[in-house]
């Protein structure tokens, strides 16, 4: 008698890749990020296109008193330009000095500035965990120019709201909302009493681990878009492009923001042959140099600057 021999078992057929879906990330549009205040949507492009450039000597001293407050003085020699009718730039020998005085705390921030008879203070004030205050202004004896602005910025789970107000009858407003996790549009409103003028704006962004793209254009004729590429955790590429449809004004910058371990290099060149360079070197610790470089071949303008920053 013949053995019994199973039969072989059914064996189904592999997958064909194609017959594998991808996996949709699933967004949860409940959750949404916080999205950063309307005014500041550029300003990763600004850290590396917008350094703060100056021509002469700069020194910088800060003095802390107690964990909270602290002094600080600032002294400033070099060249200031004044208007001409002529190409070429006129300027003059100049020198400054400011006292300023310092309040940080975790939910209220005051700076005041003293110099050259004018008087500026900021104010930043935590009303709520939500709600706060930011005050700045202006006391000098020049006519009309003294002023003063008062925001109130709300911070809610996926958006923020801001309304502000000033002299001359200026109100504004402004709103960003998240719509998904990495892409936020917001557009802003504003009333200047005084000039009988008002403006509305627009603004998008769009931000990545890698990249942040910003578009914003405004009824005062202005179209600002800008795109920053992050190459690593230390460097940075910036683009911008700003075009004034009522002036016909284009420019457009290229810069870097390059980071290393006891300094920091910034530049950019633009489209009106301007190139321009800042570095923050740190000597020690509460101790650095700066150097600062702008040169305008076309009107034959050159700027260099460096200083001394100490604080303790």
Known sequence: MAAFVPPPAVVPPAAKPTDIQPQVEKVDYMTLPTPIPYEEIHREALMSLKPELFEGMRFDFTKGLN??????????MGPTEIPSQSSETIKIPTSHYEFGANFIDPKLMLFGRLSDGRVNARLKCDLSENLSLKANGQLT????????????DY???DYRAQFQFG????????????????LSLGGEVFWAGQHRKSGLGYAARYNTNKMVATGQVASTGLVALSYVQKVS??????????YNYMSKDVTASFGYDYILRQCRLRGKIDSQGCIAA??????????NFILSAELDHLKKDYKFGFGLTVGE
């Open 167 to 182: 002299n001359g009858a200026l109100f504004g407003a402004n709103y960003i909302q998240s719509v998904t996790p990495h």
């Open 141 to 152: 004896n020049e006519p009309h120019m003294s002023h003063g602005m008062f925001n109130f």
């Open 67 to 76: 964990q909270n407050f602290s002094l600080s003085h600032s002294l400033f």
């Open 155 to 157: 911070k809610g789970s």
């Open 233 to 242: 955790d230390k460097v940075s590429l910036a683009s911008d492009f700003m």
């Open 278 to 287: 800042y570095l923050e070197e740190r000597l020690n610790m509460g101790l």
